[in-house]
């Protein structure tokens, strides 16, 4: 069992930045796949980017070269770092972790872009 917990969202100007940090409760250096998705209001859940433990990151297309995940493994933390944020980014992101065949999902957290 993987519990996810997000922090980071809120309210941000277009062309601003955010950062939000899922805090998973066992070591990362376990968990194969780490990543993000999102669901706006009225539309699916998509996928914003998925880190392997190894390998490269994958990125939709919305995001690549504005939005970049990271893992801090000493702090069982995955980030994501959003940058010159639109208003078509606004949505709950969700973290997502996959072990051994197994999918888990944090409860979210509200990103808003709006002036």
């Known amino acids: 069992q993987v519990q996810l917990v997000e922090s980071g969202g809120g309210l941000v100007q277009p062309g601003g930045s955010l950062r939000l940090a899922c805090a998973a409760s066992?070591?990362?250096?376990?968990?194969?796949?780490m990543g993000w998705y999102r669901q706006a209001p009225g539309k699916q859940r998509e996928l914003v980017g998925t880190?392997?433990?190894?390998?490269?990151?994958n990125y939709a297309d919305s995001v690549k070269g504005r939005f970049t995940i990271s893992r801090d493994y000493p702090k069982n933390t995955v980030y994501l770092q959003m940058n010159s944020l639109k208003p078509e980014d606004t949505a709950v992101y969700y973290c997502?972790?996959?072990?051994?065949?197994?999918?888990?999902w944090g409860p979210g957290t509200q990103v808003t872009v709006s002036s």
């Open positions: 997502y972790a996959q072990q051994y065949g197994l999918e888990y």
């Open positions: 066992k070591s990362i250096w376990s968990i194969n796949i």
């Open positions: 880190k392997p433990t190894s390998g490269s990151t």
